[in-house]
């Protein structure tokens, strides 16, 4: 029996799920589909500017599996740009971050846009006395 898979620390999904050309009359078949993993990948590295290790740290995953997502990510943001295609983010084996937890450095969490202090209980917060 294999081992089941560890899922992936997200952030946030992305704002919009599917991207492509303006004038796109791309059939079904052409749809790149990226997983919710490959594209926090994408925002780790080249917009944050996380290493793979500090993304590998910031997702709960081994750098090994970081370096293959991303590599994945990498070559569906090629055809999608190359061929001209539309790409769906969508799938994937991943929990959203609660933005509680002490690794977290993404910024955009609960616990950076509010203020939230891991230690405080949350619902204090939410209704003070």
């Known amino acids: 029996m294999s081992r089941p898979r560890k899922r992936r620390?997200?952030?946030?999904?992305?704002?919009n799920n599917v991207y492509g050309p303006l004038n796109s009359s791309a059939g079904q078949s052409e749809i790149v589909i990226m997983s919710v993993?490959?594209?926090e990948t994408i925002r780790l590295i080249?917009?944050?500017?996380?290493?793979?290790?500090e993304c590998a740290e910031q997702m709960n995953i081994a750098r090994t599996t970081v370096q293959r997502i991303y590599t994945d990510a990498r070559r569906k943001l090629a055809e999608f740009?190359?061929?001209?295609?539309?790409?769906r983010i969508e799938g994937?084996?991943?929990?959203?971050?609660?933005?509680?937890?002490?690794t977290c450095r993404c910024g955009g969490c609960r616990r950076h846009r509010w203020g939230i202090n891991p230690e405080e209980n949350y619902d204090d917060r939410k209704n003070p006395s």
């Open 46 to 53: 080249d917009l944050q500017g996380f290493t793979q290790e």
């Open 37 to 39: 993993d490959e594209y």
């Open 81 to 87: 740009l190359v061929h001209g295609r539309l790409i």
């Open 9 to 15: 620390r997200v952030c946030c999904l992305p704002k």
């Open 92 to 102: 994937g084996s991943y929990k959203l971050c609660d933005g509680l937890e002490k």
